[in-house]
């Protein structure tokens, strides 16, 4: 519950993240029919990027501040740097405010579709629900996230996605994740999911892929981005996310484009290695 997402708002973990999300969605977008999306660990939705916390730690910097300001970005990182630019006001100009998930979603929601967002921590909710106001397209519910995959799945538009970004104070949070996808897509097995997680040291990753490789789920894919070595146990060495029943190509796309954000989030000391990015099919494809 002490877990607070400003000191950490737009670092390299929410641009992998983001643009993941916002490739996902596009991909929903493609058909007439209406989606939900469920942001069970959602935040605030909208940090400033100047306020205390953010500079004190200006993890954002090395993040969405390595893109802001890209001339000709590829496609798929460009539009998430349209909605990030949207919620700016302009595409120039120094950054003040960083969109969340919500805030992303909720973009990218079109009339007929619909978002749900949970969150836990009281002061995050009650700055979530003023942000969110009276939308009749939005649902805020002060709970427990993983409560909310039993509440809201499945959802009445039978299409959406359910993405699951746990604050990572618990020990166990990633076997916690994987019970809640296998839950998850017991009830929504048409949904997409998708899981962020952090990474610090190899141990604890495979024992979650795993897990998942065991869980029975078909078609899970693995995408990684590492600015920084993964050996370092003081320091993130980057983030990953698995994504459950993916959009056909997803993985070709995120092959296309990791390369280019890879370069351009590198952030290395002299003598380390690279950055490093990584798609992979855990379950099946090539997997």
Same mark, same amino acid.
């Given at each position: 519950?002490?877990?607070?997402?400003?000191?950490?708002?737009?670092?390299?973990?929410?641009?992998?993240?983001?643009?993941?999300?916002?490739?996902l969605l596009?991909?929903l977008r493609? =058909?007439?029919?209406?989606?939900? !999306? @469920?942001?069970?660990?959602?935040?605030?939705?909208?940090?400033? #990027? +100047?306020? /205390?916390? $953010?500079?004190?730690?200006?993890?954002?910097?090395?993040?969405?501040?390595?893109?802001?300001?890209?001339?000709?970005?590829?496609?798929?990182?460009?539009?998430?740097?349209?909605?990030?630019?949207?919620?700016?006001?302009?595409?120039?100009?120094?950054?003040?405010?960083?969109?969340?998930?919500?805030?992303?979603?909720?973009?990218?929601?079109?009339?007929?579709?619909?978002?749900?967002?949970?969150?836990?921590?009281?002061?995050?909710?009650?700055?979530?629900?003023?942000?969110?106001?009276?939308?009749?397209?939005?649902?805020?519910?002060?709970?427990?996230?993983?409560?909310?995959?039993?509440?809201?799945?499945?959802? =009445?538009?039978?299409?959406?996605? !359910? @993405?699951?970004?746990?604050?990572?104070?618990?020990?166990?949070? #990633? +076997?916690? /994740?994987? $019970?809640?996808?296998?839950?998850?897509?017991?009830?929504?097995?048409?949904?997409?999911?998708?899981?962020?997680?952090?990474?610090?040291?190899?141990?604890?990753?495979?024992?979650?892929?795993?897990?998942?490789?065991g869980s029975?789920?078909?078609?899970?894919?693995?995408?990684?981005?590492?600015?920084?070595?993964?050996?370092?146990?003081?320091?993130?060495?980057?983030?990953?996310?698995?994504?459950?029943?993916?959009?056909?190509?997803?993985?070709?796309?995120?092959?296309?484009?990791?390369?280019?954000?890879?370069?351009?989030?590198?952030?290395?000391?002299?003598?380390?290695?690279?950055?490093?990015?990584?798609?992979?099919?855990?379950?099946?494809?090539?997997?």
């Open positions: 519950m002490n877990y607070r997402h400003h000191f950490h708002a737009g670092n390299a973990g929410d641009v992998l993240k983001h643009l993941v999300l916002v490739l596009q991909h493609r =058909k007439p029919a209406p989606f939900c !999306v @469920l942001d069970t660990h959602a935040g605030r939705g909208l940090y400033d #990027l +100047a306020g /205390a916390a $953010a500079t004190r730690t200006g993890e954002h910097l090395d993040g969405i501040g390595r893109l802001w300001g890209w001339r000709e970005p590829p496609p798929g990182i460009a539009e998430y740097l349209e909605v990030v630019a949207r919620v700016h006001g302009a595409a120039e100009g120094p950054l003040r405010h960083y969109p969340g998930s919500p805030t992303i979603a909720r973009a990218l929601l079109r009339p007929q579709d619909r978002l749900i967002l949970c969150e836990l921590h009281p002061e995050e909710h009650a700055a979530l629900r003023l942000q969110i106001g009276r939308d009749p397209q939005v649902a805020v519910h002060h709970m427990d996230g993983y409560q909310g995959i039993r509440a809201f799945l499945p959802p =009445k538009e039978r299409r959406g996605l !359910v @993405l699951v970004d746990p604050p990572f104070e618990r020990g166990d949070e #990633l +076997a916690a /994740a994987v $019970a809640a996808l296998v839950e998850g897509h017991r009830r929504f097995a048409g949904g997409i999911f998708a899981i962020w997680y952090p990474i610090k040291g190899r141990a604890t990753i495979r024992e979650f892929e795993a897990a998942l490789r029975g789920i078909p078609k899970v894919l693995a995408v990684e981005l590492l600015p920084y070595p993964d050996d370092r146990p003081d320091r993130l060495g980057g983030s990953g996310m698995v994504i459950v029943g993916p959009p056909y190509r997803l993985d070709e796309a995120l092959r296309g484009l990791l390369p280019a954000l890879a370069g351009r989030l590198d952030h290395r000391d002299a003598g380390e290695a690279p950055g490093r990015w990584r798609v992979e099919w855990l379950v099946g494809e090539s997997g």
